[in-house]
């Protein structure tokens, strides 16, 4: 094999007309496959709070924190960029037809402050118990739930009264007109115990 | 004639994965080797028992970055063993497409080397080259170059969309002329062959011995593949052939991976052709108490994984075992009475993977004269031109 | 090249008084187990005479007792047979198989410094994983070992 024989000639001629192989980047960006899995992200409107994301998330990367005073409970979940792994199970057990949490294309993450942009944060309003306080879910969960068990949903007060509520069915006129008489505690969205406490007891 | 201790080791520049060979060598021929590995000890198996089943497979891709099928498909078939249970035809075949995508990728990665260590650089980068379109394959079907995040106890997480198969097909069919081109100019060069026949030969009754696995078993004679034996996923239902060669030499192990790659360029075009429809996933809720065992054909052997369930939803014990830890004990038989300058590719034959090892370990050093990684890099590249120069070729 | 079942038959015939028990679990998957004074006997006659393959052995820390389970793997009727034996927890001692076959050799040595089995008449006991600074008497794989979980940090905020 005195020269080069003719088939290394050819791949060589061939990769001198194409140029070099490697992207330009960052000169021009990357734009990776729609099927790529980057960044997952919240969706204020579909998500429902529910919590599912992160108990099943493998390496607890999804948290949330319940803000009880003031006068707008809410819930704010949290999502640590540079704990997550992409896998796409929280996308995958996600009960708002996987649509809560997404997972987007987004691959440059990269960040200079941890304390401030490691994390996506969204909110949802949360309901409290009425009498003592309690978290009882977020809102849009209640509802969710309503609408998926149909008629069954009167069988709990709480759930028919929040989609009532959201209705605006039954208001503060309603209640207050029955707040002497103490049955106005039954038209209260409660939590558990206290509903124990109102149907079973009289105070 | 005085001894002397060469350490090739632990950050060696070549080799991405860390480990200590102490050869102790008498003039230019080895007589001894010493294997400590275990940089990378991370303590996956007791990890994997704070896991849940279906949570812990995420931490089993993570073990080693080019076998990242094997261990989650053998993880996987170990658990549907405990039950046992078949999966979906649909999550077999997308399992097996994924399986082989991973062996292309390593044979190919592990050819590209195998030419950095003897000195033909543009072997490594043509074929690295090849590589990325493998690559991009996988992204297209999976979402990610590496860890793939698939497999899961009872199926598979994700579907593949038949909208994907035309660029994925004409990617894969893209890179044969090329692959073409490659064998015939390693197989027939004649460099090669002065430089690589006869060289660390491990003959089939240490490999029966030492109960080598994969290529290294399958360059010295003796037939062994779990896909052929024990036939799982779609192994059993499309035809291929299982590569077989005699001598045991260094470039008998070249010749089976290259080969290989045909093989499974084969398996995938026909599992594409006829992937059924049907569900993918089975929904396992709950694994009942019992003990499971799942093997899977890696690119560098077979990797066993013993999984025992007591009921609750965690592992209550995870054994993992890596082809390549069967495999370098044999360095003993084939790297003693070679010279230094044949040790690193002696040492790359075997394609070792210490990630799938894990293993950890510090030694210290005697002697004069030491060689550090690199000058056995340049021992061995230096080899190959003094043996162009004696045939005359440039 | 015996079938299945005559394996399994001569098996039981041949180490009458050893096996204390064989479950069958399904084609593939046979556990048999033996007491501990027999495995040199039984290994080798399943590697030399059955011609059997040995993939690895697994050291399991089950609460009361120790357990090893070597798995052979006879190809040619594709059959995996995992033969068990139960160990003393407090001073879990066994015989080695690194004499009969290599394969055996770094596998004991593992389970020796994870799990603080110890094999006599092994040729070469030295550390395979562990660091040399690793104190003696420490097996990280045993179910009570628990300084990971005291010295793990979290630094997170939620």
């Not at chain 2, 050819?111 to 992204?139: M, P, Q």
Request: aromatic share 8%.
């Amino acid at each position: 094999m005195k020269l080069p024989k003719a088939r290394e000639l050819v791949e060589a001629i061939k990769a001198l007309i194409t140029g070099p192989y490697t992207s330009k980047f960052p000169y021009k960006p990357h734009v990776p496959y729609s099927s790529f899995r980057g960044q997952p992200k919240y969706d204020p409107d579909k998500c429902v709070g529910c919590l599912a994301c992160e108990q099943v998330c493998p390496v607890e990367a999804i948290g949330h924190q319940d803000v009880t005073e003031g006068d707008e409970p809410k819930r704010i979940m949290f999502h640590y960029t540079d704990t997550c792994i992409f896998c796409g199970t929280c996308e995958l057990a996600c009960i708002a037809d996987n649509q809560g949490i997404k997972l987007s294309n987004d691959w440059e993450l990269s960040f200079f402050d941890r304390k401030a942009e490691s994390f996506e944060t969204i909110e949802k309003e949360l309901q409290l118990c009425e009498m003592c306080g309690e978290v009882i879910a977020c809102k849009d969960h209640l509802r969710w739930i309503v609408e998926r068990i149909g008629e069954l949903a009167f069988s709990s007060p709480t759930l028919y009264y929040s989609k009532l509520r959201e209705l605006g069915v039954v208001d503060e006129n309603i209640v207050s007109a029955l707040r002497d008489s103490g049955r106005s505690d039954r038209f209260k969205i409660l939590c558990a115990r206290c509903r124990r406490e109102t149907t079973l007891t009289t105070k | 004639m005085a001894r002397s201790v060469i350490p090739i080791g632990p950050w060696h520049p070549l080799q991405e994965e860390p480990e200590f060979f102490s050869l102790t060598v008498d003039g230019e021929t080895v007589v001894d080797i010493d294997v400590s590995i275990g940089y990378n000890h991370r303590g996956i198996e007791k990890l994997s028992e704070r896991k849940s089943f279906d949570q812990s497979s995420f931490v089993i891709e993570r073990i080693c970055g080019i076998c990242s099928t094997s261990h989650p498909f053998a993880y996987t078939r170990a658990v549907e063993d405990i039950i046992p249970v078949e999966v979906p035809d649909r999550a077999k075949y997308i399992r097996t497409i994924v399986a082989e995508l991973e062996r292309i990728h390593s044979h190919l990665l592990w050819f590209g080397l195998a030419g950095h260590f003897l000195g033909y650089n543009t072997v490594y980068h043509w074929v690295w080259k090849l590589r990325e379109e493998i690559l991009d394959v996988c992204e297209i079907l999976t979402g990610n170059r590496n860890n793939y995040a698939i497999f899961k106890p009872g199926g598979v997480r994700r579907d593949f969309k038949p909208d994907d198969f035309p660029l994925v097909l004409k990617k894969i069919d893209g890179i044969i002329p090329t692959l073409n081109r490659l064998k015939k100019a390693v197989l027939d060069d004649p460099v090669l062959h002065a430089r690589l026949k006869g060289i660390g030969i491990l003959t089939k009754e240490e490999a029966i011995d030492y109960c080598a696995l994969g290529p290294t078993s399958r360059a010295s004679g003796v037939a062994r593949d779990v896909r052929k034996d024990a036939p799982y996923g779609a192994y059993d239902r499309i035809d291929w052939d299982m590569i077989v060669t005699e001598n045991g030499d260094v470039f008998d192990k070249v010749v089976v991976r290259v080969l290989e790659v045909y093989e499974s360029i084969k398996i995938i075009k026909a599992c594409i052709r006829d992937l059924p429809g049907g569900e993918i996933d089975l929904n396992i809720k709950d694994i009942p108490p019992g003990e499971g065992i799942g093997a899977h054909e890696a690119p560098r052997g077979e990797t066993f994984h013993y999984v025992r369930s007591d009921g609750t939803n965690r592992p209550a014990r995870h054994k993992v075992r890596a082809p390549t830890f069967m495999n370098l004990p044999t360095y003993k038989a084939t790297v003693i009475g070679e010279t230094i300058s044949d040790a690193t590719i002696i040492l790359a034959a075997i394609d070792p993977c210490y990630c799938c090892t894990e293993r950890m370990a510090v030694r210290d050093v005697k002697g004069k004269k030491m060689y550090g990684g690199q000058d056995l890099v340049r021992l061995s590249q230096e080899k190959t031109a003094k043996i162009k120069r004696e045939m005359g070729i440039p | 090249m015996m079938t299945r079942e005559e394996v399994l038959k001569d098996l039981k015939v041949r180490f009458k008084e050893d096996i204390v028990d064989l479950f069958d679990k399904s084609p593939k998957r046979v556990y048999v187990e033996i007491r501990p004074e027999a495995i040199v006997k039984v290994g080798t006659y399943i590697f030399k005479d059955l011609q059997a393959r040995f993939n690895v052995a697994s050291g399991v820390d089950a609460r009361t007792h120790m357990e090893i389970l070597y798995h052979f793997s006879l190809e040619y009727i594709n059959l995996l047979i995992s033969v068990r034996v139960k160990l003393d927890r407090k001073a879990p001692a066994i015989d080695s198989l690194a004499t009969v076959f290599k394969g055996a050799n770094w596998i004991e040595r593992e389970m020796n410094e994870l799990l603080g089995i110890k094999f006599r008449g092994h040729p070469d006991m030295r550390r395979l994983l562990l660091a040399d600074e690793w104190p003696e008497g420490v097996y990280p794989l045993r179910a009570d070992y628990r300084e990971w979980d005291v010295n793990a940090v979290r630094d997170r905020g939620v």
